[in-house]
C-alpha cells in the first residue's frame, strides 16, 4: 500500500510567488517523522525540512514551511518567494519504526517543480 | 569526511556480471541505508543498517541482493548476476542516530547501467 502520496507529477511558479507542494501520508503509528528532500538535477538529494508526529507548530526553515495537519494526515511543504534555483524534484518521506526496532525512512513519487522567470 | 562518499559513481555491467557497490558514511553516523532509485522516481528503500547490525532487509528485491557493513562504518551492497532490470542509481544514506527526527545525509549515488 502506498503509504507517502504525492499527487502532483509536475507544477509551475512564478518567480517570486509562492508554491505549495502536497503530501498525504498513511500510518497506524502515533510517532513518527516527516521530512521533506530536494534533488536538483545534479542529483543529489538535499535535506530541507523535518516535521515530529508531536511537534504542534509548524516546522519552518527560511523560505521554506511545513503545513502539517495531522488529523488530515498531511505534510504540504510551502516554499515563499520562489527562485530559479528552487527548480528540482521534491520528495515527502516519512520515518517511522519498523518490527525489528529499526528505523525506515520512506519517500514519495516526487514532485518536479519548474519555476517561470 | 565531510559528507557521504560513493563509489564508483558510474558503472556499467554487463548482464550477468556482479557488481560491488562502496559506501563511507558520514563519520560517527550510526545508522546507513541504501536505496534504488530509478529515473523519475522517488527511492525505494532496500535495506538498513545500524551500527553493524543490518536490521531491515525487507527491499531487497531478490537473493542476488546482499548488503554488509561488518565494522559498522563502511558499507557494500553486492549484487550478483546482474539483470537489465537491476539498472538504477543506487542511493547510499547516513543519519546520526536512529530516532524519528534525524535526517538523512546523501551521498551522490552510483549510476549502474546493465548492457
Known amino acids: 500500500a502506498q503509504k507517502i502520496t504525492q499527487t502532483q507529477p509536475g507544477m509551475f511558479v512564478q518567480e517570486k510567488e509562492a508554491v505549495t507542494l502536497d503530501c498525504t501520508y498513511d500510518t497506524s503509528d502515533p510517532s513518527y517523522g516527516l521530512f521533506w528532500y530536494k534533488q536538483p538535477s545534479s542529483g543529489e538529494m538535499i535535506f530541507l525540512i523535518y516535521?515530529?508526529?508531536?511537534?504542534?507548530q509548524n516546522a519552518t526553515e527560511g523560505r521554506y514551511s511545513l503545513n502539517f495537519q495531522k488529523a488530515r494526515k498531511s505534510a504540504n511543504l510551502v516554499i515563499s518567494a520562489s527562485q530559479l534555483g528552487d527548480s528540482a524534484m521534491y520528495f515527502c518521506?516519512?520515518?517511522?519504526?519498523?518490527?525489528?526496532?529499526?528505523?525506515?525512512?520512506?519517500f514519495g513519487a516526487g514532485t518536479r517543480l519548474f519555476v517561470k522567470a | 569526511g565531510a559528507g557521504v562518499s560513493q563509489s564508483p559513481r558510474y558503472k556499467v555491467a554487463k548482464r550477468g556480471q556482479d557488481v560491488a557497490l562502496r559506501c563511507d558514511p558520514i563519520s560517527g553516523h550510526v545508522s546507513l541505508f541504501w536505496y534504488q532509485q530509478a529515473l523519475g522516481q522517488g527511492p525505494e528503500f532496500l535495506t538498513y543498517?545500524?551500527?553493524?547490525?543490518?536490521?531491515?532487509k525487507s527491499g531487497l528485491p531478490s537473493d542476488r541482493f546482499f548488503a554488509e557493513r561488518p565494522e559498522g562504518s563502511v558499507s557494500t551492497l553486492k549484487i550478483q548476476r546482474t539483470q537489465q532490470e537491476d539498472s538504477a542509481v543506487y542511493l547510499c544514506a547516513s543519519s546520526l542516530q536512529g530516532g524519528y527526527n534525524s535526517p538523512l545525509h546523501f551521498g551522490n549515488g552510483t549510476r549502474l547501467t546493465v548492457t
Open positions: 516535521q515530529g508526529s508531536y511537534d504542534q
Open positions: 518521506a516519512m520515518r517511522e519504526v519498523t518490527g525489528t526496532g529499526g528505523f525506515k525512512t520512506i
Open positions: 543498517f545500524q551500527n553493524e547490525a543490518q536490521l531491515d
